[in-house]
């Protein structure tokens, strides 16, 4: 803290995820900080929306998002004990591929390197083990016991509950686009207000490449994105997370969870879906959607292949080239930056892109290459799973 001296001061715009703990964690660095949310944390449009969200370290050889998803999963358990809500499940994560998958083989190397626990499982153990999981076409899989299931909008109420106890103000107003080609940038609000800060950072998500066209652009797309909740049948309690665990099927591009507080067992198509627009899209899923799933169903939860479709979620990913995140100063502006491209997997990095981003600010890190806009073009070459 900076008893006695004038505090460093921030604004964050956007409070998703990675906008949330970017405020928990400068707040409790000692800076004030001003959160602002057009629409709210983690609403409706947001890609930090939804009821839950797969964690897991295992990343095939990306040792950079191994230790991320396993620093931030003690941060995660700190922030439910701090708000007395159990946020997540450790429920483990099972990752099924076929035989000889090379992305298995380097998951599992990447977990030994990083000390993560996990288990090699063949086709046979996983059908002994989940009897309720059709093995067809399954070659090797990969247990990690400290994977699970995160309660999304919840996890980001909770941050930003948090940020507000360690003295954020949150605002509930739109930013404007800065003009990009000024020599000082100014964040207005469309009410007309206007907020002053040492530094401003930009974590709005898929909406990155229309507020900031000039740094961010066609850099990150947003893709619409699928996920359908069915329901379980009636006293079956073998797809609820005491019993199952989220899994994800690499090869069929599909991932699931199990039936978390009785809303359904979740289905996510991880293909990527065609171009959104995250303030003007409907969020109706497709027929198309219902119909893969339930075929992908038939396969691997025969049980549940003609169980009733109970919820539905349209969601976008905000991809970049390869699916490594942006986190860098904007290219004009040394007091600015640009917090995002998520790609689809970022949810479970909140705390981490947060300490990241806290530490960048206190002039304790340097941009990440990995994570610079330098390195991301507008073409589509997704290379992290
Ligand atoms: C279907 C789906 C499944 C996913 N599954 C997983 C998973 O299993 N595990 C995982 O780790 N990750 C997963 N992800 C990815 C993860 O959810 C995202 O990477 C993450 O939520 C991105 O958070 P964000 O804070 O960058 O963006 P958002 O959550 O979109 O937050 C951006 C915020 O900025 C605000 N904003 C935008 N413009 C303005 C403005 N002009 N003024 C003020 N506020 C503004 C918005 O209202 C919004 O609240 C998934 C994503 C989707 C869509």
């Known amino acids: 803290m900076t008893h006695g001296m004038t505090k460093r001061s921030a604004v964050v715009v956007g ?11 400068l ?3 000692g800076w004030r900080v001003t959160l602002v949310d057009a629409y709210g944390p983690a609403n409706g449009r947001a890609s930090s929306s939804d009821h839950s969200r797969v964690i897991r370290a295992g990343y095939g050889a990306d040792t950079i998002y191994t230790q991320w998803a396993t620093e931030a999963l ?5 922030l439910s004990k701090k708000s007395g809500e159990t946020l997540v499940e450790e429920c483990g994560a099972l990752f099924l591929g076929e035989s000889g998958s090379a992305h298995l083989a380097a998951t599992a190397a990447t977990l ?21 999981l059709g093995v067809i076409g399954l070659g090797d899989a990969i247990y990690e016991a400290r994977g699970g299931v995160i309660r999304a909008r919840r996890a980001v109420a909770a941050a930003v509950a948090t940020a507000r106890a360690y003295g954020v103000t949150y605002r509930q107003a739109r930013v404007l686009p800065p003009d990009e080609s000024a020599s000082v940038p100014v964040v207005h609000l469309a009410d007309g207000a206007r907020l002053e800060a040492e530094q401003i950072v930009f974590a709005c998500g898929p909406w990155l490449p229309a507020l900031l066209p000039d740094a961010v652009g066609g850099r990150i797309r947003p893709t619409r994105q699928e996920v359908l909740y069915f329901g379980v049948p009636a006293g079956d309690v073998r797809f609820a997370v005491d019993r199952l665990p989220v899994w994800i099927d690499f090869a069929a591009g599909v991932y699931g969870i199990p039936d978390l507080d009785t809303h359904g067992f979740k289905i996510g198509l991880d293909r990527h879906g065609p171009a959104i627009d995250p303030d003007t899209a409907d969020r109706v899923v497709g027929e198309d959607a219902i119909a893969t799933a339930r075929a992908f169903l038939a396969r691997r939860f025969p049980a549940l292949m003609d169980a009733p479709l109970v919820d539905a979620h349209v969601c976008q990913y905000e991809n970049t080239t390869s699916g490594d995140f942006i986190i860098d100063r904007h290219p004009c502006w040394t007091n600015v930056w640009v917090v995002g491209g998520g790609s689809g997997h970022g949810f479970k990095h909140g705390p981490a892109v947060g300490k990241h981003v806290t530490d960048l600010l206190g002039g304790r890190a340097a941009v990440e290459p990995r994570f610079a806009l330098a390195g991301k073009s507008t073409e589509a070459a997704r290379a992290v799973y």
């Open 15 to 25: 409070a998703g995820v990675f906008g949330a703990w970017s405020a928990l964690r």
């Open 74 to 78: 003690t941060d995660w358990q700190w």
């Open 112 to 132: 030994t390197t990083c000390g993560v626990t996990h288990e090699r499982l063949d086709a046979a153990a996983v059908a002994s083990r989940y009897p309720q």
């Open 27 to 29: 707040a409790r660095d």
